[in-house]
C-alpha cells in the first residue's frame, strides 16, 4: 500500500482529536480505557465514546478488531501523519499556504522553551541541508 497523501487525511473534530490522542498512547485498548481516561478529564460517558469511536472507525481513523468479544482499537495513522494533514489545512485555510506567518504566529502565541528553540534550529538546519 502506498503512502496516503496529508491531504487526503481524514480530518478529526475536536471530540475525535482528543480520543485520538489518548489511542496514540495507549494503543491498543478499549473503548472503556479511553472512557477512563478522558473521564479523568472531563466528564464523558461511555455511550458517547462508543459511538464517536464507531463514527472514526468509519472515517478510517480508527482500525477495530472484531475477534475477539471486547472490541479492541487502535489509529489507523500514526499521530505524526494527522497531525501534517491538520497543519496543511490550517496553513491553506488560515494562512493561505505562508508558511512562514504559520511560524510566526505559532512562536508568538505562547512562550517557546529553549529546548523547543533549539529543536526548531536543528529542524531549520536540517531542512536547508535537503535531509
Request: proline share 5%; with cysteine.
Amino acid at each position: 500500500m502506498g503512502k496516503r497523501r496529508t491531504d487526503q487525511v481524514p480530518r478529526p473534530t475536536e471530540a475525535e482529536l482528543a480520543i485520538l490522542n489518548v489511542v496514540w498512547q495507549h494503543a491498543p485498548c478499549t473503548v472503556r480505557t479511553v472512557q477512563e481516561i478522558l473521564n479523568a478529564r472531563r466528564p464523558t460517558g461511555y455511550t458517547t465514546v462508543l459511538k464517536l469511536m464507531q463514527i472514526m472507525t468509519d472515517k478510517g481513523l480508527l482500525a477495530r478488531d472484531e475477534s475477539q468479544r471486547t472490541h479492541i482499537y487502535r489509529p489507523r495513522l500514526p499521530a505524526e501523519e494527522t497531525q501534517q494533514g491538520l497543519v496543511r489545512d490550517l496553513l491553506d485555510r488560515a494562512f493561505a499556504g505562508a508558511a512562514d506567518q504559520l511560524v510566526l504566529q505559532v512562536l508568538s502565541a505562547k512562550k517557546v522553551s529553549r529546548e523547543e528553540l533549539t529543536k526548531i534550529r536543528e529542524m531549520l538546519d536540517e531542512i536547508e541541508r535537503g535531509e
